[in-house]
């Protein structure tokens, strides 16, 4: 797999995430308390026990936590308030154990799906990022045909040229096979650190939160 790339040839102007005295209480008891800065490029990795609070975090920050929640707290990306904005005005992207491609879309039509509108140059950037993953030609073909490792190359291409402003992942590894999990981290750890996105990563195993060199956090 070729791991050269460099995505962000107009660097983007980073910032970082800020989580701010987060209280997430659940029927009156607190659930999780969390004060973090995260910095660009850097990977915030959370860890703990089922049930600890791990996909109630990412849902608070994504902006689609349940109201059986009670949140206090905010979230800002340098100086702007996130908590207060819907999910889709957050620009915060997020990686899955599947990479979710779209089934009726090409490998193509994935990619340029996470391209923001009127923008000029998409099919560049689409040919681009393929063959930064190692995946060069393979705009016509159906996501379906793909190895596992080649969709989660093309998920978090999607991801990148959406151009989020932060980044969570929800196991992004866990549903690959070993060796392939070792290319994918340090494919997607590279990206981001090269992109200067912040990211939160949830994980059960600690070779992911090594790779991603950042501060560990375990709840519960
Ligand atoms: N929609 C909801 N309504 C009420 N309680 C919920 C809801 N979602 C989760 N919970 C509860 O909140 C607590 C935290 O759940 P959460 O899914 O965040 O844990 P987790 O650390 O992600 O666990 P796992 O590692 O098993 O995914 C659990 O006690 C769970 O039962």
Known sequence: MIVNANLHTERLHTQQLHIKQLNISLHGETLLALDSVIQPGEVLTVMG??????????????????????????????????????????????????????????VGGNLRFGLPRHIKGKRQQVTQALEQVGLAGYEARDPATLSGGQQARVALMRLLLSKP????????????????????????????????????????????????????????
């Open 165 to 220: 402003r932060a980044v969570l992942l929800d196991e992004p590894f866990s549903k690959l096979d070993t060796a392939l999990r070792q290319e994918m981290r340090t494919l997607v750890f590279s990206q981001l650190s090269e992109a200067g996105l912040p990211a939160l990563l949830v994980t059960h195993d600690h070779a992911d939160a090594n790779a991603a060199g950042g501060p560990v956090i375990e709840l519960g």
């Open 49 to 106: 026990p089922s049930g600890s609070g791990k996909s109630t975090l990412l849902a608070y920050l994504a902006g689609f936590l349940s109201p059986a929640f009670q949140a206090q707290g905010q979230l800002y990306l340098d100086e702007q308030r996130l908590d207060t904005l819907p999910a889709e005005k957050r620009g915060i992207g997020l990686l899955f154990q599947d990479p979710m491609l779209f089934p009726h879309l090409s």
